[in-house]
Nanobody, 124 residues
């Protein structure tokens, strides 16, 4: 059974940091691309960051570039999203998702498996 479980969310003040974890099981982790997505209240879901487990390449969207860092621990089948210098506009439900393949490509409409999401709230 495939499972993707996000953890590490919570409430933080603006300027603070959080680290999200995405624990995956039930598929061959090394053959997948893992992405973080978020959906703010009243807005559409957007891609945040993505990592190819096979070759380690990463991508971050412009709004988070330089503040968020995606990484993986392949021994634990876990992907992390370190979020620094958080802003109120980072408040959202954050989702982790997986797509089979090595090429760094993770559009939200074409991911194979999704977690349930976790809420991060940044207060001003």
């Amino acid at each position: 059974e495939v499972q993707i479980v996000e953890s590490g969310g919570g409430l933080v003040q603006a300027g603070g940091s959080l680290r999200l974890s995405c624990a995956a099981s039930g598929f061959n982790f090394d053959d997948y691309v893992i992405g973080w997505f978020r959906q703010a209240p009243g807005k559409e879901r957007e891609g945040v960051s993505c990592i190819s487990i096979g070759d380690g390449t990463t991508y971050s969207s412009d709004p988070v570039k330089g503040r968020f860092t995606i990484s993986s621990d392949n021994t634990k089948n876990t992907v992390y999203l370190r979020m620094n210098s958080l802003k109120p506009e980072d408040t959202a439900v954050y989702f982790c998702a997986a797509r089979q393949g090595e090429r760094l490509y993770c559009p939200d409409y074409d991911m194979d498996y999704w977690g349930k999401g976790i809420l991060d709230t940044v207060s001003s």
